[in-house]
């Protein structure tokens, strides 16, 4: 049995399995500065300390979710069937409105409800009120163009409803991926006075838009 | 099943039978014999793109190259079928159709001969053509992709529970201070006054105001005049209630307040346990 190294001493730097026991105790999700502040590490060793977990959590029956800032252990999404008789309770109730919507902001976070409108031809008022109502989504910041309109990102919640580990994890999209890649939302991009650079605009925008995801599938 | 049949109003063996994917046919009992009638329920499972596309697809046609302008008149008769109690959707709706009645009219007017190709108002309908097209490839991305999430929502990851069986218990109210016996009498006297006008005479119940309504509405109104009154301090849920007892007051009170969590008018907070429920105005709302 280890034990805690009297005041004074050194503590030995934390290894993965320090990190893992960190957040089997903790019920609920950890910030990384909370985590790094805890295991005496900096932000470059923990990011370290996050990918040797998940690599070791591979075929296992627990998950390590990783959501921007948070970090969760919870159980594989192979182990669904088998934690439901202690859950009780389980799977989606959400009807294709609200789904195709909440699929629109994890693919394309951070988007705005008139991004959502544009993309399904259709309003969106109900089902974006019933996904923040259950926690999915939130509003992540706003869009520096008239009105400042929220824009919307997923949560540590989705992921974990959608058995997902992080955003990188999304299912790829079938056939017309690449009309995604190019999604001009006109209602998203700021009017000429605002912004100088109006011809890069689009561009950086839908680049913005993936980046997220970029950015997750080559850490992960 | 043939769709036609039933935009005609041939009944279906199930209430709800998905037979276009994101399109799902209704069957409601109702009117004075009990007459059912079936319709395409729309109101919010989909989108005008969600239904000219599924009208393509369950046809096989490919969505790149298919003539749009021969979906009008399927999709007017779905339209027709639409219940009219969300306009805001409806309103969806009718855009694509005026934009495929376009694109229709203009498929039968003969085109002027002298017209240089890629000229004229043959260029305006192929571009709002390709416009089209191109909202609907766009949306099929994403509609599949919810597909995809659906079936993903089937394993879900379960996490730890907080240990909720273990929140501390409310802290015993203190007890009112015992009037020692050897107090002076004048006091025990008063004392029993006081207990005497507590308690109500049980003729009193059957006195107590029947009709007296309160309704959300009023409430919600209520809560939120007191809410933009207290600014960012916010105000608590026992000054709500003042010092109404009745618990349909309560209760009405509690739901309206649920009522504007659930809008995000306002903001909910209780930082101890058993302690008192602040409620602030959300910023924006």
Do not use: C
Not at chain 1, 124 to 133: H, K, N, Q, S, T
Not at chain 2, 66 to 81: K, Q, W
Not at chain 2, 182 to 198: E, F, H, M, N, W
């Amino acid at each position: 049995m280890s034990e805690q190294a009297p005041s004074g001493a050194p503590r030995p730097p934390a290894t993965v399995s320090d990190l893992e026991a960190l957040l089997f105790v903790v019920d609920r999700p950890i910030e990384r500065r909370e985590a790094a502040k805890l295991l005496e590490v900096d932000r470059k060793e923990l990011d370290r300390l996050i990918a040797a977990l998940r690599e070791r959590l591979v075929d296992r029956g627990i998950t390590l979710v990783v959501h921007n800032d948070e970090l969760q252990l919870a159980s594989g999404p192979a182990q669904a069937r088998a934690v439901l008789a202690w859950v009780g309770t389980g799977g989606s109730d959400l009807t294709a409105a609200p789904l195709e919507t909440l699929a629109i902001v994890a693919y394309r976070q951070p988007v705005t409800k008139a991004g959502i409108e544009e993309i399904r031809g259709v309003d969106a008022d109900y089902a974006l009120r019933l996904l923040l109502e259950r926690g999915l989504i939130e509003e992540v910041d706003r869009l520096e163009t008239p009105g400042r309109p929220h824009r919307y990102g997923t949560t540590l919640e989705f992921l974990r409803r959608f058995g997902l580990a992080s955003l990188a994890d999304l299912p790829a999209l079938e056939g017309d991926a690449d009309a995604l890649r190019h999604l001009e939302l006109k209602s998203e991009v700021a009017p000429p006075a605002v912004d100088g650079s109006l011809p890069s605009t689009p561009a950086d925008e839908a680049a913005a838009a993936d980046a997220p995801l970029d950015g997750e599938s080559g850490a992960g | 099943m043939s769709i036609r049949g039933i935009a005609e109003g041939y009944e279906l063996p199930d209430p709800a039978v998905p037979d276009i994917e994101g399109v799902i046919f209704r069957r409601e009992q109702g009117g004075l014999f009990g007459r059912s009638r079936s319709y395409v329920a729309l109101g919010e499972f989909s989108g005008p793109y969600g239904l000219l596309l599924a009208l393509i697809e369950k046809d096989e046609l490919d969505v790149r190259r298919v003539p749009l302008a021969s979906f009008a008149d399927e999709f007017l008769r779905y339209f027709a079928e639409i219940p009219d109690d969300r306009l805001e959707t409806l309103s969806a709706f009718v855009a694509v159709a005026a934009q495929l009645i376009v694109l229709k009219s203009r498929a039968l007017l003969p085109r002027p001969i002298s017209a240089e190709p890629g000229e004229g108002p043959e260029l305006d309908a192929e571009t709002e053509e390709s416009d089209l097209r191109l909202r609907l490839l766009r949306y099929r991305v994403f509609r599949d992709a919810a597909r995809l999430l659906g079936e993903r929502a089937a394993s879900p990851l379960w996490h730890r529970e907080p240990p909720s069986r273990q929140l501390p218990l409310p802290s015993p109210v203190a007890p009112e201070s015992v009037v020692p016996i050897y107090s002076d009498p004048r006091r025990l006297v008063r004392a029993l006054g006081r207990i005497a006008l507590r308690r109500k005479p049980l003729a009193g119940f059957a006195l107590a105001p029947v009709g007296q309504k309160v309704s959300i509405g009023e409430r919600l109104a209520a809560i939120r005049a007191a809410v933009s009154a207290a600014g960012v301090v916010g105000v608590d849920l026992e000054s709500l209630l003042g010092d109404r007892q009745d618990r349909s007051f309560i209760a009405v009170t509690f739901l309206a307040l649920l009522e504007l969590s659930k809008r995000r008018e306002v903001e909910v907070r209780q930082d101890v346990l058993w302690g008192p429920i602040t409620i602030t105005g959300r910023e924006g709302a």
